[in-house]
């Protein structure tokens, strides 16, 4: 079973006269690429929520924001009235002396530095622990996203696979062709440089073995489909590894390329040609493979 490392996931719930929503976005990278947004209130539990998505989501490039709309009226704020009624006074007097009586002081004074202070709001830790459980059940949900997309993507990256060992297989229907034509085609250049009535058999027969050793596939095919299978055993694996599948890929590249430039046959190089496609397309799901 693979996860894909593309996920979403949310959850709300009302905590302390709080609404409380949180959500989770994930996009594939190469590793933990950690992007969290929320309230100052909860700066001081950053580091272990970052914690607990490492080790929950583990790779790719995470999107998490937390945010709260306090419900109902509040009253979070206070009036320094000490510092109101200092600043009316003296503006009071400064008035009277310039003969501006009929000046608004209260709309002034309502206005100037520090009259009104917002009460400092402080994280209780049983409503960090309620929030802490939503985290968590948003996590589970981005998780479960990932599963059911790592369904989908495991039967691409079968069905692919399956496609190159097709593939691989009519290989075959034109070795017997590609050999005969390697032999009539030495022939002939023997015929043309030394008459034909001049070739020696035995050397004939070691040029021909030389030559077929030189294209002959029969390795390549033999590696190709082992790590063809490989591949496909680990994705039946109970583990998510995408960076493993990525290697076996590689080796599986390999392979195809060695196949093309020894095949010195136009239908195989055509069949080639296919097993790059499909191989491309399974790189680039791979690449979405936690």
Not at 209 to 230: A, S
Request: include cysteine.
């Amino acid at each position: 079973m693979i996860k894909s490392m593309t996920g979403f996931g949310k959850a709300t719930a009302e905590i302390n006269g709080k609404k409380f929503s949180i959500e989770i976005k994930t996009l594939n990278s190469k590793q933990a690429d950690v992007s969290v947004r929320m309230p100052s209130l909860f700066k001081e539990k950053e580091f272990a929520i970052r914690s607990l998505i490492n080790q929950e989501l583990e790779r790719g490039k995470i999107d998490f924001s937390l945010g709260f709309e306090t419900l109902g009226e509040t009253n979070n704020f206070s009036v320094n009235k000490d510092l109101f009624k200092k600043y009316y006074n003296e503006l009071a007097v400064m008035a009277n002396e310039l003969g501006q009586n009929g000046v608004d002081l209260f709309t002034i004074v309502s206005r100037m530095p520090d009259v009104f202070k917002t009460d400092k709001q402080e994280l209780e830790e049983t409503e960090w622990q309620k929030v802490n459980e939503l985290i968590i059940e948003a996590i589970n949900a981005t998780n479960n996203f990932r599963i059911t997309e790592g369904e989908t993507l495991q039967q691409e990256l079968l069905q692919r696979t399956a496609n190159i060992l097709s593939l691989l297989k009519q290989v075959d229907v034109f070795e017997p062709k590609r050999l005969e034509v390697v032999k009539e085609r030495i022939a002939t250049h023997l015929a043309e440089a030394i008459g034909k009535e001049n070739i020696n058999k035995d050397r004939f027969e070691q040029e021909l073995i030389f030559y077929i050793e030189k294209f002959d596939v029969t390795e390549e095919k033999t590696r190709l489909t082992t790590h063809c299978n490989y591949f496909i055993e680990t994705i039946k694996n109970n583990l998510s590894e995408g960076r493993k599948l990525g290697f076996i890929t590689q080796e599986m590249g390999r392979e195809i390329n060695t196949l093309g430039s020894k095949a010195n046959n136009v239908d195989i190089q055509m069949l080639v040609v296919q097993m790059k496609d499909e191989l491309e397309k399974i790189k680039e799901q791979t690449l979405n493979v936690l």
